[in-house]
Each structure stands twice: as C-alpha cells, then as structure tokens.
C-alpha cells in the first residue's frame, strides 16, 4: 500500500474517530482546552497500532475491511471518551 493511501486512510479514520468521540461523550462542549487536547494525544498514541491491526484485519479478511474500518475507530474513539471522563471529573 502506497503511503498516500495510508494518509487517505489515516484521515478519514481520525474523522470517524472524532466524530464518534463527540457523539458518545454527551459532555464534550464542557470539556476544557486541555482536556480535548489530552484526548486528542491520546488517540493519536494509539493511532499507528490501529491502523496497524486495520491493515493486518483487511488484508486477512477483505471481505469484512469496513468492519475493521469501524472497529479501528471505535478503538480511538474509545481512548479519547476514556481520557475525557478520567480529566473531567
């Protein structure tokens, strides 16, 4: 895989990822500065194992990839809502 498709990739699931964070954390608009940059840090931490496991599960199992896609993001998604609660209370 060429890298501007990783970057293509690696877009589009940061995208889905904050996406996802900002509709499973209800109290995203009172975190701070710092807390969204924490979270933030946090998924970009766990970004290139993510997308790691991503390609290894596509390239495994073509069939089901956009299941992989979903579950790559959900993984960050899941990093920053976590980092979120932990700085927020």
């Known amino acids: 895989m060429n890298t501007a498709a990783?970057?293509?990739?690696?877009g589009k699931l940061s995208e889905t990822a904050l996406?996802?964070?900002?509709?499973?954390?209800?109290?995203i608009r009172s975190a701070t500065?710092?807390?969204?940059?924490?979270?933030?840090?946090a998924m970009r931490a766990m970004a290139r194992s993510t997308v790691d496991e991503l390609?290894?599960?596509?390239?495994?199992?073509?069939g089901v990839s956009h299941l992989?896609?979903?579950s790559a993001?959900?993984?960050l998604a899941h990093e920053g809502v976590r980092v979120l609660?932990?700085?927020?209370?």
């Open 6 to 10: 990783i970057d293509t990739l690696g």
């Open 19 to 27: 996406r996802l964070v900002i509709n499973l954390y209800p109290n």
């Open 33 to 41: 500065n710092a807390e969204l940059d924490a979270a933030c840090a």
């Open 55 to 62: 390609l290894a599960a596509a390239q495994s199992a073509p």
């Open 68 to 70: 992989a896609f979903q």
């Open 73 to 75: 993001a959900l993984t």
């Open 85 to 89: 609660r932990a700085g927020c209370r």
